[in-house]
């Protein structure tokens, strides 16, 4: 069985499977497997070369960071607003994506954080793992993608469970994606792209098309939920090797796996002052020396760059 018809018989079979005993086995597996990883993750040596014609980042800076997060359900929704508070107490910005058909995404809440310098994006449809499953279902959910694009003044995407097909994208009106990474063999699509840079994924001859923007730090999920990491040592690994080959560190959590209470954290959270704790290593460690910048902002610079 090829790994699309896998993906689509797990989500068939996932609502029938509680939610504590679908964690257990991702995390048994990926525990298990992880050692034969160990290689290509985190760090993979063959992505820190730059693009054709490479530009650098503004000011010369030594790295770009991109704070990105995934708002998967209405409960992560009702967090979103604790992690905006806790980001900008830090003095950051980050890009949150909202699924538009799996709950209400709450206008208020866009618009909140758009007055505040945050990025809004789309996450999907529907995270319901059927995206990609044919072109005909792509083509026409991208009608109704399109329609939020347009509706929340969003330039960008970002698929559920990182499922991704570069030519199909196309059909969206973004300006970027961000949908790939540079390596994570514990995603469900595990096909990374093998670069900590910014790319332009062409459509024509016209040179028209996106930009694509990997995330090139583990998620959050995977390392506190499925791998119970309980410190921050692998981000800041991989962000001082990012710095060192001056790529883009994209870092994405999701604010529903996120704990802001003092209580203990429940099967499928971890503490948020993992997450500050790293804000405030980066902030500490390279003050002066990185871009930080929405992925919108990334996405023009470049785009403005590659055009002179």
């Given amino acids: 069985m090829d790994r699309l018809k896998m993906n689509s018989a797990y989500y068939q079979l996932k609502p029938m499977i509680p939610r504590r005993f679908q964690i257990w086995m991702r995390s048994k597996y990926i525990r298990r497997k992880r050692p034969a990883f160990s290689n290509v993750w985190p760090i993979l040596e063959k992505a820190s ?22 708002v998967d359900t209405a409960k992560g929704q009702k967090k979103s607003l604790n992690l905006m508070k806790l980001e900008k107490k830090l003095g950051f910005r980050s890009a949150f994506n909202f699924v538009p058909e799996r709950y209400r995404v709450s206008a208020v809440l866009r618009n909140h954080l758009k007055s505040n310098g945050f990025e809004v994006g789309v996450h999907g449809l529907n995270h319901d793992g059927k995206l990609f499953q044919s072109k005909e279902i792509f083509q026409e959910r991208s009608f109704r993608i399109n329609h939020y694009l347009k509706a929340w003044d969003a330039v960008g995407f970002r698929s559920p469970a990182m499922h991704h097909n570069l030519d199909w994208i196309h059909d969206l009106a973004i300006e970027y994606d961000s949908s790939t990474f540079d390596t994570d063999p514990f995603e469900p699509q595990p096909d990374g792209v093998a670069t900590i840079f910014p790319f332009w994924v062409t459509k024509n001859s016209n040179c028209e098309g996106y930009m694509e923007l990997p995330y090139t730090l583990p998620q959050g999920f995977t390392l506190f939920v499925l791998m119970k990491e ?19 560190a994209l870092v994405n959590t999701h604010p529903d796996y996120m704990n802001f209470d003092s209580e203990k954290s429940g099967f499928e959270e971890y ?13 500490t460690k390279y003050e002066g020396q990185y871009w930080h910048a929405l992925p919108r902002e990334v996405t023009s610079f470049l785009t403005a760059e590659y055009q002179k």
């Fill in 271 to 283: 503490p948020a002052t993992y997450y500050s704790n790293f804000l405030n290593y980066i902030k």
């Fill in 230 to 248: 309980k410190n921050i040592a692998i981000w800041k690994q991989k962000l001082d090797w990012i710095m060192q080959k001056r790529g883009m």
């Fill in 49 to 70: 070369k730059p693009p054709m014609k490479w530009p650098g980042w503004p000011d010369k800076k030594k790295f770009a960071l991109v704070l990105t997060h995934d």
